[in-house]
Structures are given as structure tokens and as C-alpha cells.
């Protein structure tokens, strides 16, 4: 059974502070990815990864660094976290190298619900 | 850039059928169909290369017009257990822009 989990369910964290978002796959996936899921605005991607330490900018990467250093693992920095990144946060992985030719499905883990006080 | 999709909320009676459709202003590679089902994780339907395939996943079907760069999701006599919301990802032909739409809710009534 493929699975993708991630650190937490739920998280508080306080304006500034520095937070990292885990997520692990056991399917030796080429890529993985960062989403954020907002009411209305539908999974955005943050930043993806399509190999150990590559790295590509998603859509709204302002405020956010990820980090790869083993393939099954990538994880998400908040590096001073904000009030507006109060956000559910979904990791996905899939086959391929890459989204160009052939597309393959995305695995998603359960999501995480960060809120920023 | 971001798919519509349309409508964005429907609520049907067990039984009913449904289309949501989801539609791009760039020429497109391929359309990816997901449900998310609240509180859960999205999960992949089906994917639509360009061609115009139809493509089938029990009761839930799909279809995909290249030259609207259109795509539209069946949902034929729907169960409660189709209650969730919907996104559909495009893939344009140039690049690997992979992107999301805002999603369509659905609601399935007994």
C-alpha cells in the first residue's frame, strides 16, 4: 500500500519562528511536492522536486524554502512564519521524471494544518 | 495560470448525474481529474492526454476537447459516496506548467 506521511496534523506556531514541514514517501518516487489548500483558491504549488537536492520554484514560493537530501524525504521551511501562511499544507509524490511527457498520478499525504498566531 | 472549473458547487439527489467542467486559456497536454473528500487526502481519478479520449472510472467518466481545451467530468447516477470536491490539474504542451484548478464542490443528498 503506497504511502505518504507527513510530521503533523496539526501545528500552532507564533509569528517569526522558523518551521519545518516533514513529509516521507516509501515508493521511491522521483518527484515530490509542496502544496498549500486554501478555501476557494484550490492546491497551489509551492515548490517540487524532481530529484535528490533539485529544486523548482511552484507558484508562490515567496516565504518558503524546501530541502531534499534523500529521496524518499523533502521538506518545507518556513524560515519566519507569517499570519498569511495560516494554511492547510499537502505533500504529494508521483513517478517520472518529471511532468513532461508522460504524467503520472500524484500520491497525496494527509495534509497539515498550520496555523500562525 | 489557473484552470476554471464550473460550476464551482452542486447538489444533487442520489441518482442524479453531474458534469463538471473545467477549461484552460493555453493549449493543453493533459487534464488530471481528483476528489477530496472532506478531511482526507485528494485522490487521483483518471488522467486525459490530448486526443480526446474518453476514459472511464465506474460510474465517473471523462472527457477531454483539445481544440476548446476543455475537459469535462460525468458523473452518472451518483452515489453518496461521490460527495467531496473535485480538482482538475492541467499540464500545458509547453513547459511543465502543472497546475491546479479552485475545485468544484459536490454534494450528494439521500
Known amino acids: 500500500d503506497v504511502k505518504v506521511t507527513q510530521s503533523s496534523r496539526y501545528l500552532v506556531k507564533r509569528t517569526g519562528e522558523k518551521v519545518f514541514l516533514e513529509c516521507v514517501q516509501d515508493?521511491?518516487?522521483?518527484?515530490m511536492f509542496w502544496y498549500r489548500q486554501d478555501p476557494g483558491l484550490g492546491l497551489r504549488l509551492i515548490y517540487f522536486s524532481y530529484d535528490v537536492k533539485m529544486k523548482e520554484k511552484g507558484d508562490i514560493p515567496e516565504g518558503y524554502s524546501v530541502s531534499r537530501e534523500k529521496k524518499e524525504r523533502f521538506s518545507l521551511i518556513l524560515e519566519s512564519a507569517s499570519t498569511n501562511q495560516t494554511s492547510m499544507y499537502l505533500c504529494a509524490s508521483s513517478r517520472s521524471p518529471g511532468l513532461g511527457s508522460s504524467s503520472y498520478e500524484q500520491y497525496f499525504g494527509p495534509g497539515t494544518r498550520l496555523t500562525v498566531t | 495560470q489557473q484552470p476554471v472549473q464550473s460550476p464551482q458547487a452542486v447538489i444533487l439527489r442520489e441518482g442524479e448525474d453531474a458534469v463538471i467542467n473545467c477549461s484552460s486559456s493555453k493549449a493543453l497536454y493533459s487534464v488530471h481529474w481528483y476528489r477530496q473528500k472532506h478531511g482526507e487526502a485528494p485522490v487521483f481519478l483518471m488522467i486525459?492526454?490530448?486526443?480526446?479520449e474518453q476514459k472511464g472510472h465506474e460510474k465517473i467518466s471523462a472527457s477531454f476537447n483539445e481544440k476548446k481545451q476543455q475537459s469535462s467530468l460525468y458523473l452518472t447516477a451518483s452515489q453518496l459516496s461521490y460527495s467531496g470536491t473535485y480538482f482538475c490539474g492541467t499540464l500545458t504542451s509547453y513547459g511543465q506548467n502543472f497546475v491546479f484548478g479552485p475545485g468544484t464542490r459536490l454534494s450528494v443528498l439521500p
Open positions: 486525459l492526454l490530448k486526443g480526446g
Open positions: 515508493m521511491d518516487h522521483e518527484n
